[in-house]
């Protein structure tokens, strides 16, 4: 499924033209040809929401992608600039190698938007993280099979060729069985019959091999979840102060994840837990009193290699946490988390089981990024 750029479009100025599509999604299409990095799809989700550019180079390669076909294409657009991002964003996640690199980046991003800018990209985008969360476990076990290989087209094909290579005229071809010493007849022909058979074979046991991952997942999520007990702090979890709860079970939710893009329950699994622990998920909590409660040492361990500058927005309880650092102790760290937050932290204030699942999902959107 694509999304219609045209239809988007009409709802923002029904007066545009053909032309006028048909230039932009040259455009788009200019852009995606080249190679997206990691920075540029960053890039593409602070623009889509209007933040900060990350990387000018990105930004003027983007531009200039549209101005080829549009010379008039300004940057002073910034809703135009806004959508077209979003939309590329929508392209790009059809390839494999970058889908969550875009769609938990991309989550996560909109925790501190209080108003999407085009509701039918981020609905589109909310909706493949769904579904590709939702697909991973629609694999039942009844249709786990046992692993098999045919051999019969190979045992046919040196069959024929044996025979074509020491038939005698006026005699009968000679019909040589698998065991007969005859390889010289066996070409590069036969080679690709074996390779195409072992890749099957291979796709089959991967297949096999990310089924048995995702039990494995569920087994350890329950019993962890029946458990009640910190993993990262080996104690149980009514034994952590109440403010560190949601971060913690968050960021040991993530980890107990072996396929991406996680368990589509997992908001489900953080309620259960929290109410079994605190007994009020939806109980309201500021982000500066959730980070302030974390252990020093634990923050560090969280914060390493983390970039304010490019994931400040993107991942903001990381960016709280990375703040919080950054200052002697008892010291206030506010305004060094609002240098690079569209929002101040005094204004962040969601419930336990919002905060939970944002770190969950955060946690996840570094490791797709990192890979």
Known sequence: MELDLTEIYYKVNPKIDNDFIENRISGIQKYLDESISDIAIINLIHLYFQMDIIDEDCYSIFIDSFREYDQAFSRRKKEEISLLAGYALTKLINVKEVTF???????TASFLIKETPHPEISSFILQTFKDSARKNRSMPLKDQQNISIDFSDIRKYISEVSAEETAVEGE????????????????????????????????????????????????QILWWLTGEYSRDHEKHFSKLTKESIPIT?????????SIMPGPYAAQSVLHRLLKSIIEAPDEVLSLYDAVNGLDKDWKHELTKDFSPSQFGNITPIFHAIYSSLQVSNGANWKE???????????????????????????CLSRRAMAE
């Open 336 to 362: 060094v988390f609002n240098n690079h937050s569209i929002r101040k932290i005094d204004k962040i204030k969601y419930s336990y089981l919002d905060f939970s699942n944002q770190f969950y999902l955060e």
């Open 172 to 219: 009968e071809p000679i019909d040589y069985e698998w065991g007969d010493d005859n390889w010289q007849s066996i070409n590069m022909k036969l080679v690709d019959k074996i390779e195409n058979l072992f890749s099957s074979l291979n796709n089959e046991i991967i297949n096999k091999e990310e089924k048995q991952l995702i039990y494995y997942e569920d087994s």
């Open 101 to 107: 690199k875009i769609i938990l980046p991309f989550i």
């Open 249 to 257: 079970i968050g960021k040991e939710l993530s980890d107990l994840v």
